[in-house]
């Protein structure tokens, strides 16, 4: 199978663009979508033989559940239940940040097969701002089942061109929406009550901040990125996920770094500042900068995938990385940082 990047840049491409998207969903068949966070690979959540295609084309596991994609509000009965007691807080966080890159965990409805929830009972509820995404679905007329379109363990997609690197011949199709805004994938909350106020855990960090949630509850992370952390709660957050296939180490200051001789380096720059203590380790391959000059956090979380997929393929032995200041979309992007440099702790 050959796998067709359809173009979006003229309003008949975009139509054409969305309908052969819709035509392939309707015959079962998974494909590659934008969204405003990383890029999707959607199936009819409807469809098990569907669900089981995404399952099969990422080589995911099938304990991992997947994230089902609606229009808005209105469609949330369709797929979930909100409890009474988390009704108000629910209603709440969906007026503020949907559509947008929050997921919320409730408890599912029967028509959700059980492949798409690995058989739990609750099921992860995403409203994505994407307009293109957006067309889809609404063109589709049903909820989407839609994980990041990458192969399981590796770097999420930010590009149609980084879908294809992943799933090159396994689907038939990826809309190119261009760069996805955000670049990291969305923060994953369960609404819990509280005694004076709702309690918000946070599974996954994401581009809505604990700064963005806690005019909304108390906020909780049970991200376990931390080193040593617990056992994280959403069973896809293992320890190696979103780990380049060159092993990567997360420096906390610029004396942890040993280089080891014969050995080839590329450094993950946060602003590509001389003064950062970094640059001059050794002579780095490359050095990729999230955020040139004065480092700005938004503008980091949008290229972090994309950079660290520049110097993954670099064919170096190790990518070092800098630490990031550890607030608002910081926050997302050393739990990411850590997750993927577990894999070398493993090694250890
Ligand atoms: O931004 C995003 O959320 C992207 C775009 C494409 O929507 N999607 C995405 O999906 O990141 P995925 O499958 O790569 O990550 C979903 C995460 C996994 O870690 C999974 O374990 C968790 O959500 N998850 C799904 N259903 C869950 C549930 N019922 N309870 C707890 N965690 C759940
Ligand atoms: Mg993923």
Request: include cysteine.
């Amino acid at each position: 199978m050959q796998t067709e990047i359809a173009a979006t840049d003229t309003p008949e491409a975009q139509k054409d663009a969305v309908s052969k998207a819709v035509s392939l969903l309707r015959g079962g068949e998974v494909v590659g979508l934008p969204t405003e966070t990383v890029y999707g690979l959607a199936g009819d959540a409807h469809n098990a033989e569907a669900v089981s295609r995404i399952f099969e084309v990422k080589e995911r596991p099938y304990f991992d559940p997947l994230i089902v994609h609606i229009v808005g509000e209105g469609q949330l009965e369709d797929v979930a239940e909100v409890p009474d007691e988390i009704a108000p807080a629910v209603a709440e966080l969906l007026g503020a940040f949907w559509p947008g890159p929050l997921t919320l965990i409730l408890p599912k409805k029967d028509v959700i097969p059980d492949l798409v929830t690995s058989g739990k009972d609750t099921v992860a509820v995403r409203a994505s701002g994407d307009p293109l995404f957006r067309k889809v679905l609404r063109e589709f007329g049903g909820p989407l089942a839609a994980p990041s379109a990458n192969r399981f363990g590796s770097i999420s997609p930010t590009s149609a061109r980084a879908v294809v690197a992943e799933l090159d011949g396994r689907i038939p199709l990826v809309v190119d929406g261009g760069a996805c805004n955000c670049g990291l994938e969305s923060t994953i909350v369960r609404v819990l009550p509280g005694e004076k106020k709702p309690v918000l855990q946070v599974l996954r960090s994401g581009p809505v901040t604990k700064e963005d949630l806690r005019k909304f509850g108390k906020v909780e992370f049970l991200t376990g990125a931390a080193p040593g952390g617990a056992a994280p709660e959403a069973p896809g957050q293992l320890e190696s996920h979103y780990a380049p296939a060159t092993p990567l180490r997360l420096l906390g200051a610029p004396e942890d770094f040993v280089s080891e001789p014969g050995k080839s380096y590329a450094l993950l720059s946060y602003r590509g500042e001389e003064k950062d203590g970094y640059l001059g380790l050794t002579e780095f391959a490359r050095v990729g900068v999230l955020s040139p000059g004065s480092g700005k956090l938004p503008e980091a979380a949008v290229r972090f995938f994309f950079v660290l997929r520049e110097l993954d393929a670099m064919g170096v032995d190790e990518i070092v990385a800098e630490p990031v200041p550890e607030r608002g979309l910081g926050v997302a992007i050393m739990e990411r940082l850590r997750r993927g440099s577990a894999v070398m702790k493993g090694s250890e």
